[in-house]
């Protein structure tokens, strides 16, 4: 993890308002979850009320009654966290593998683990970065096959490996330092890529349109586009038209290219990795478009499929998760950089959507022409490379995007990534799970 080429926002400026009595409970309840109060939960401290649901739903998910034991669900942990490289993660599940009797010997690498784990490595992988190709066959496959997993024990590790693949994102969106008390904790290390030339000089890369925002207007003409589109009569597309308006946001994301100086992974994160050459492709040049169609939201949406059935397998987990997605997705303050009294439900809503684009997943009721009105190139760009690369992100990257935003904003876009990510990924998962059940 190059954690010295990202921005620390943590070290910077963190709102511990020791006035603020909900935040000294949450930081409480953080303490006695983790022994510590972590750089990742002092980060999200920005936002009280979605740290409170994202600590409900990972204590849940990691410390109290469930399917899988313990040891098993930090494990799953770092696998799901080494397919994005991200050591920081990997290094505080280690520590509570061990705390909770795992054997140390599996912290070798999945060469010593329970075949049970090693099968379940290919559906973490597709999982993690092509979501849309996992089918019932897979998860018929661990659940018939000789370590069997229940069907609970399934959803339990698959919901896992979502929580901890989108939180990778997170962490090296907002680039997060390691804890002090880790190796080379607060520190930069000598194999960093230099933040010069970290991204080609393809003119749609991240690093070529650091200055779009300012060329297209900047907050000022952004604002201006949200309050139009509020105040505008809702367009009565035709079906013909949305479809075309999502495959030409689909294609433009294909276009946008990342840093092709893809770090190497180290050692000690490899170990937990099969087959770290797989990685994400764009869905938009999937192999065939008539095996993988678009997934359409109104066929198996969350709200209607995916809660229900998460509910059914394990206990009481969709309601947290329904929780924390719309938290994410609805928090405001009402304001914009220095601005106040801003409606940001049109930007929040074009953020979302087009993560879900990136992933294939189509809104039959969005209009999204809004996603290419609100998202400048420059952003698509973070957006995409925080969700399908994170770890290929630097600090020039996250520098030069929303320059007149806030922390705490820039932070708030990172959550809704991180949410948006996992219900996209989650989406398939369950489905997959729901075509194996019928």
């Not at 520590?95 to 070798?108: A, D, R, S, Y």
């Not at 099968?119 to 069997?148: C, M, Q, S, V, Y």
């Not at 809702?234 to 433009?252: C, G, H, N, P, W």
């Not at 095996?291 to 209607?304: G, K, L, M, N, V």
Request: aromatic share 10%; hydrophobic share 35%.
């Amino acid at each position: 993890m190059v954690t010295e080429n990202i921005i620390c926002v943590c070290c910077q400026v963190v709102p511990v308002d020791t006035e603020d009595e909900q935040t000294k409970l949450l930081f409480m309840e953080a303490f006695i979850q983790n022994n510590r109060v972590p750089n990742i939960i002092q980060l999200m401290s920005y936002h009280p009320d979605y740290l409170d649901c994202f600590l409900k739903t990972q204590h849940y998910l990691l410390h109290e009654d469930g399917p899988l034991p313990f040891d098993y669900r930090h494990y799953i942990s770092i696998m799901a966290c080494g397919r994005h490289q991200c050591s920081y993660l990997i290094k505080l599940q280690a520590q509570e593998f061990l705390l909770h009797g795992g054997n140390p010997e599996w912290l070798k690498g999945i060469d010593y683990v329970p075949q049970k784990l090693k099968d379940f490595l290919e559906i973490n992988k597709i999982l993690a970065h092509r979501p849309w190709l996992i089918t019932k066959e897979h998860i018929e496959k661990l659940i018939a096959g000789k370590n069997r997993w229940s069907l609970s024990e399934l959803t339990h590790a698959l919901i896992l490996c979502t929580h901890f693949h989108a939180l990778s994102t997170f962490v090296f969106g907002c680039g997060l330092n390691d804890e002090i008390d880790f190796q080379n904790g607060h520190t930069f290390s000598s194999n960093h890529v230099d933040n010069d030339d970290s991204y080609s000089s393809d003119s749609s890369s991240l690093s070529d349109s650091a200055n779009n925002s300012d060329e297209e207007g900047g907050l000022s003409a952004l604002m201006a586009r949200m309050k139009e589109l509020t105040e505008r009569k809702e367009e009565e597309l035709t079906i013909e038209e949305r479809l075309k308006d999502f495959a030409k946001v689909e294609s433009q994301s294909a276009e946008i290219t990342t840093s092709q100086k893809i770090p190497s992974p180290r050692a000690d994160i490899l170990r937990y990795v099969e087959d770290p050459n797989f990685t994400y492709k764009d869905f938009a040049k999937r192999d065939s478009v008539t095996e993988i169609p678009s997934f359409r939201a109104q066929d198996y949406s969350w709200e209607e499929h995916g809660f229900s059935l998460a509910n059914r397998l394990y206990n009481e987990i969709g309601t947290l998760l329904d929780d924390k997605f719309n938290m994410a997705y609805n928090l405001t303050y009402y304001t914009m950089g220095n601005n106040t009294q801003v409606d940001t439900s049109s930007f929040r809503k074009a953020i979302w959507s087009y993560i879900h684009c990136m992933y294939g997943i189509r809104h039959d009721d969005y209009n999204y022409g809004e996603v290419n009105q609100l998202l400048e190139r420059n952003l698509k760009a973070y957006i995409k490379t925080v969700t399908c690369y994170p770890e290929r992100l630097t600090k020039k990257d996250y520098d030069g995007v929303m320059k007149e935003f806030k922390h705490s904003e820039k932070v708030h876009v990172n959550l809704m990534l991180l949410e948006a990510r996992m219900q996209a990924e989650l989406l398939y998962a369950l489905r997959a799970v729901m075509k194996y059940m019928t």
